[in-house]
């Protein structure tokens, strides 16, 4: 029985926090922004001098004489006007406004991915790619969501509770307000009250569809391993779980929304006719005239109108609040890798890559590398080699300045990785990684990403030199052949060509070759392994690698285990030691269907 990994909202929130977290985005957009308020309140004042207009109208036409009943023309003028303008206004807010909503999102999403890229990669190698996708889209929509609420929902209904409150004050007896503010208190104690009680239920219903939207992808991402198991039932089981609990919080959240729907339709029932009894009581005692009961009833109707969507607005302004506040709390993570203050971009004089006596632990209770110590010369080549798990391709990431080291330090011509901008570093070196990951687009593009700036010739090369134009030229779209996600469209080997090209054209002076030639058979990792040794020519090189046959030119060969350097030489020195280095060498031979030579043989060169 599999454990479904489940990640439900966390922490407390502070909304004024969060609300004083849209300030840096609103404040581009301040002068449109005040533009659109001035605009809502316009639209406001003619709103409510709607109900005005027609007291003075049913006034004007219930006090003539009916033989000389004449048309209130200019009242109806400005009666319609009073519309047109609500009208206007209102349509004038939203076209100033957009400009802020969209903007406002454009500039949010543009800073999560720029801090999302920044972030180190162990945060990349511990998130769920679907959740975290879907937890940013949530959060750049309630940006403008919170905006339109605020701008839109509130202050306008704050706005309209002042204007009716003063007209009532001014013209009408006590109870008139006491009576329908008394009723808005309610409305809205009742609303947060039943809102707060059925939040928990939405958000385990968001944190249910981030997880399921998780699952989905991760299957989708995973679907060679999916079909290699046939395990499609059970990846379909897993999501058919979370879409479960997530239809029962659904239906709570619903359920429950009904229950408030119901609440406040009572409140505003009763309001409404508590009051309309009060006025048609002021009328049939003539102490108000009929255009009054239509105005009290003009501005009640006006009232509660909005009223009726508190609910909702309140529910959704909770919703997006508590969508931002995660996204906040995503750009307040911290880069565990950062430029100190001062760091200046790394000088090159000659590509020199020195290990000084190096330790690392991805966790503090397990260590990785123990005081690892090797030079690479400009211009030479260094092979690591040694069982899994031994820390190889760790020595990577450590050049790449993924991780900081624990102890020691690692150096670029002297330059300490810490002292220098990381951009700089990773100008600096190219790399062709094991597992190669492209881009879901064409072949020309993902060689280019090397060099973004490279042009169609320069392109060219590279796959000629890593041996890919042959294969280009058979597809019937060449180099815009789209290769799937993650090169899913591509053998290993295909890919890793592709690798190969995009570090060439990209031509650093020191070059990376991580387990490079894993995915390809023999007689084409012999092809690549010359085009690797023309790249190398004048680079200073790493090569990590499982095949010993790969590095057996190399300058020196490090042999790792258990995180230490066990045996440091070339090809011949360590057969002729007769360690683990010549141990991994017989192995291998005999994998490949070669008798195992003499230590005597290989340490002559007769064996290669």
């Known amino acids: 029985m599999y454990r479904r990994h489940t990640t439900l909202p966390q922490g407390e929130r502070d909304d004024l926090r969060t609300l004083r977290g849209l300030l840096p985005y609103l404040w581009p957009y301040r002068g449109r922004a005040l533009l659109a308020l001035a605009s809502l309140l316009l639209a406001k004042l003619a709103t409510v001098g709607v109900p005005l207009a027609l007291k003075e109208i049913f006034d004007h036409l219930e006090g003539a004489e009916q033989a000389a009943v004449t048309l209130p023309v200019a009242l109806f003028l400005a009666y319609g006007a009073l ?22 999102m454009r500039h949010a999403s543009e800073k999560v ?70 009723a808005v208190a309610v409305y809205i104690v009742s609303t947060f009250a039943i809102t707060r009680w059925r939040m928990p239920f939405r958000a385990r219903m968001n944190a249910l569809d981030s997880q399921a939207n998780a699952r ?25 779980d979370y879409l479960h609990d997530w239809e029962d919080a659904a239906v709570r959240s619903q359920t429950s929304l009904s229950l408030l729907n119901v609440v406040q339709g009572a409140v505003i029932a009763v309001a409404v006719t508590a009051v309309m009894l009060l006025a048609g ?47 906040l709390r995503l750009l307040a993570r911290e880069p565990e890798i950062r430029d100190r ?21 991805y966790q503090p209770e397990r260590p990785i590398l123990h005081e690892v110590d090797f030079t690479i010369p400009a211009g030479r080549k260094v092979a690591v080699i040694g069982p899994s798990g031994a820390g190889k391709s760790t020595l990577a990431r450590l050049l790449f300045r993924f991780y900081d080291v624990t102890g020691g330090r690692i150096a670029i011509d002297g330059q300490d990785l810490r002292d220098v901008t990381q951009q700089s570093v990773r100008a600096a070196i190219g790399i062709v990684p094991q597992d ?78 991580d387990e490079a030639t894993s995915s390809l058979d023999s ?42 350097i ?12 007769g360690g683990l280095y010549a141990t991994l060498w017989r192995l291998q031979q005999e994998d490949r269907g070669r008798p195992a030579p003499s230590v005597q043989d290989e340490a002559s060169g007769s064996g290669v």
Request: net charge negative; charged share 20%; proline share 3%.
């Open 83 to 104: 519309r047109l303008a609500s009208s206007a206004f209102n349509e004038l807010r939203d076209a100033l406004f957009a400009r802020v909503r969209h903007g406002v």
């Open 523 to 564: 007689e084409s990792e012999r092809v690549i392994l010359t085009a690797l040794a023309e790249a190398a020519e004048q680079r200073t090189t790493l090569v990590i690698a499982h095949r010993l046959s790969t590095v057996i030119d190399a300058d020196e060969i490090l042999v790792m285990d258990g995180g230490r």
């Open 436 to 513: 190669t990951v492209l881009f879901n687009d064409t072949l020309f593009y993902n060689i280019a990403y090397g060099d973004p700036a490279a042009g169609q010739d320069a392109v060219e090369r590279a796959a000629q030199l890593a041996h890919l134009d042959g294969f280009i030229a058979s597809l019937p779209d060449g180099y815009d052949t789209v290769v799937g996600e993650r090169g899913l469209k591509l053998s290993g080997g295909e890919k890793q060509r592709v690798a190969i090209a995009r570090a060439l054209l990209k031509d650093p002076p020191i070059m990376v070759f």
């Open 566 to 577: 066990g045996e440091r030489g070339r090809h011949a020195e360590l057969l002729a030691a």
């Open 341 to 361: 203050p001062d760091a200046q971009p790394l000088r090159l004089e000659h590509g020199e890559v020195r290990f000084e006596r190096v330790a690392f632990g």
């Open 216 to 240: 989905a992808v991760d299957g989708l991402i995973n679907y060679e391993t999916v079909k290699y198991f046939g395990n499609e039932r059970h990846e379909l089981s897993h999501y058919a």
């Open 113 to 182: 991915l720029h801090h999302l890229h920044d972030l180190s990669l162990r945060y990349h190698l511990e998130r769920r790619t679907g959740a975290l996708s879907r937890d940013i889209e949530r959060g750049t929509r309630s940006l403008s969501s919170l905006l339109n609420y605020l701008a839109f929902s509130i202050l306008p209904v704050l706005a309209e509770f002042a204007l009716v409150a003063t007209i009532l004050l001014s013209g009408y007896d006590p109870w008139y307000t006491l009576i329908t503010f008394g």
């Open 281 to 327: 009581q002021g009328v049939a005692t003539g102490e108000l005239t009929l255009g009054d009961l239509v105005l009290v009833n003009g501005l009640l109707l006006q009232l509660f109108l909005p009223l009726g969507f508190l609910g909702i607005v309140y529910s959704q302004l909770q919703h997006a609040l508590s969508d931002l506040d995660a996204m």
